[in-house]
């Protein structure tokens, strides 16, 4: 069972800053660090609910208050970027001595901004994720522009963020302003993952673009379609969890797990993920990883095509794949081959060719399509050696399942 753990640390002043650590059941096989948003706190829907989200995928969170916020010691008023950006070294040098070094950094909006400046400075670091990350961290000026004059003047000046007052100084504008945030992108040696909603009317989308833009691969952006820039949506939060966990499978490390947890190169794992109710993180020898789940209808989340689906597309590919192989071996000029296929029970009374005779059996409609410049004849034989596909012989032959506790 994944556990909580208020942890303490010291921060860019000297101050102690406060944190939780999400630890999954079982030893982690990553560290990951989320940096929360602008004048936000550790325990904003998004951070709790993604932190304890990607536990469920063995990867333990350190979220926490940069200085001045949430239970964290210091004065806001004496904190900007550049003191974010050392409290997030902080963190990662609480956890490089107390546990292991983060691989896996993740910012949310004006923490996004921070994490791609504090990036280059994590050896460890295998994989980077902004979340509404503006690519210019003065953009959050903009939330107090009306305040801007009167810090300009008398050097500070109250202002109101989210609803509460907090106290901006002259040194936080002129923090911001020297920030350049390209060098460090195009630099930072990382995989990177780009997550922004289109409609996001506090960070605009254009700086996703710009973030993409500027790094170097491997590269990926996720489109977060109507979520709003806090993620407050349940879904929302539980999605970028998930895309995020399968993401970085590819980039940390698997060596502080346990064996047992492996899954052998020859098999394929199927585990629930914890945070829908048949939602399941598929892994194939390790080496990819993909969400299978049930339609909202059925009571599941939509986060993943469906066991069916999987069947067909394991048939589809096999049998495209088996007529690319015949076709070469035959010379036979093939330009594209297309398989679409669909599910359903029938009723066996209704199925002439049918051993069974009663109760509902399976029927799978496979229509194939190929192109080329060849003959009606070649055709056919290029349609009828889909048929001999494996996974079609499989699906026709006798099958033994051989249930055993692991292997």
Known sequence: MATT????????????????LEMP????RAFALWAHCFSCSKDVVAASRVAR?????????????????????????????????????????FLREKYAAPQL?????????????????????????????????????????????????????????AG????????????????????????????????HAPDDRTVGIENATHIFTAAKHPKSFITLDGADHLL???????????????????????????????????AVSVEETGTGRFTNMVSIGGRHTFLADEPKSVGGNDQGPTPYDLLLASLGACKSMTMRMYAEHKGFALDK???????EKIH???????????????????????????????????????????????IQSEVIFDKKTSL
């Not at 059941?25 to 982690?28: F, I, T, V």
């Not at 970028?240 to 502080?256: C, D, K, P």
Request: a negative charge; glycine letters at 8%.
């Open 232 to 266: 407050t949506g349940k879904e929302d939060a539980e999605y970028v969890a998930q895309v995020i966990a399968a993401w970085a499978e590819r980039y940390v490390s698997t060596s502080s797990g346990s064996d047992a947890d492996a899954t052998p190169a020859d």
């Open 337 to 343: 081959a297309r398989v679409t296929l669909r599910h």
């Open 53 to 93: 989200a990607l536990t469920n995928h063995g990867i333990a969170v350190l979220r926490f208050d940069f200085t001045g916020l949430g239970s964290s010691e210091g004065d806001f008023a004496n904190t900007n970027f550049s003191s974010n950006v050392s409290d997030l070294l902080g963190a990662v040098s």
């Open 348 to 394: 066996a009374t209704d199925c002439a060719k049918c051993e069974t005779e009663t109760g509902k059996i399976d029927k799978i409609e496979v229509a194939i399509d190929v192109e080329g410049d060849f003959d009606a004849e070649t055709r056919q034989k290029i349609i009828d050696i889909a048929d001999k596909c494996p996974v079609h012989r499989t």
């Open 164 to 195: 509460r007052p907090f106290r901006v100084k002259k040194q936080f504008l002129e923090d911001v302003a020297e920030q350049k945030l390209d060098t460090a992108i195009q630099n930072m040696d990382k995989a990177l993952l780009v997550m």
């Open 105 to 161: 950094l993740i910012g949310h909006s004006f923490g996004g901004s921070a994490v791609l400046a504090a990036a280059p400075h994590v050896r460890e670091a295998k994989a980077v994720c902004t979340i509404a990350a503006p690519v210019d961290p003065g953009h959050v000026v903009h939330q107090f522009s009306s305040a801007i004059d009167d810090i300009e003047a008398a050097g500070e000046a109250e202002v109101q963020l």
């Open 5 to 20: 753990e208020k942890i303490t640390f010291e921060g860019s002043d000297g101050q102690m800053l406060a944190g939780r």
């Open 25 to 28: 059941s079982g030893k982690p």
